[in-house]
């Protein structure tokens, strides 16, 4: 656990309030900031205990799920347009796994998945909800666990991966160098993927970033999918690149 995480875990364990935590915590770290560590914390907590589970801004809300429903779009595109239909998809996947059971549920069969989270309590609830909410033992035996996303991009091989979901929900500045490597160095197939997700959130043009990075790293080989601004308690920028060459 990482010090402000666990001091969260802590302060909630002692019965103090979310308000009463972010008003502790929020001159040091913002609002937004700290509101991201009490969710991890709850989710911790859940994972040991089997409380309630909190649900995020991040990973729910109707236009969330609308940005995930495009993502499975655009896997039905690259099977139609490049017979793509196996393969592994690297994924920085929500507590609850909703964007693989979201493919699975779609009649995509064939995918494994390399599921990436930091925390192990937070992997742990991974691993749990994998076969809590719906999958199969077949499906289950698709799934792998790994853990940072930017280390797994930068070891990688060329044509390594099906899809990338790069749900970041961060700002560019601190994973643009991990949607650059996962471009430039072509690490999903022709056809493929990488799903990005990233906050707006005291960054401008982040658009604008991220269209600039298509073109210098991808040199011709990527398009641009789909692009559009989304808002479920935080603004997110939703982009979908297609590797076409």
């Known amino acids: ?15 103090m309030s979310e308000e009463e935590i972010i008003k502790k915590r929020s001159k040091s770290k913002g609002r937004q900031q700290v509101l991201a560590h009490i969710t991890i914390a709850k989710n911790i907590l859940y994972a040991l205990n089997g409380n309630k589970k909190v649900k995020t801004d991040y990973s729910i809300g109707k236009n969330k799920s609308y ?4 993502n499975v779009d655009a896997i039905e595109v690259s099977k139609r347009d490049f017979n793509l239909n196996s393969g592994l998809i690297l994924s920085l996947s929500s507590h609850e796994c909703l964007m ?10 064939k995918f494994r998945y390399l599921l990436c989270e ?15 909410l719906g999958m199969s033992k077949d499906d289950f035996s698709k799934m792998f666990f790994a853990g ?18 790069l749900d ?8 643009g160098g991990d949607i650059i490597n996962s471009i430039k160095r072509n690490v999903v197939v022709v056809g493929g993927t990488i799903m990005i997700t990233l906050s707006v959130r005291g960054v401008k043009g982040t658009k604008e970033k991220l269209e600039q990075i298509v073109a210098e790293h991808g040199k011709g080989n990527y398009v641009i999918a789909y692009k559009e601004h989304y808002k479920d308690g935080m603004t997110m920028y939703s982009m979908i690149v297609r590797r076409i060459r």
């Open 1 to 15: 656990l990482t010090p402000i995480r666990r001091e969260i875990v802590e302060l909630l364990l002692s019965g």
């Open 148 to 165: 940072e996303i930017g280390e797994v991009i930068r070891v990688a091989l060329p044509n390594t991966f099906a899809h990338i979901n």
């Open 100 to 109: 693989e059971l979201l493919i699975i549920k779609s009649g995509f069969k």
């Open 118 to 132: 930091m925390e192990p309590l937070v992997l742990l609830m991974l691993f749990k909800k994998c076969r809590e």
């Open 67 to 70: 940005a995930r429903s495009r």
């Open 168 to 175: 970041l929900c961060q700002s560019i500045i601190t994973f």
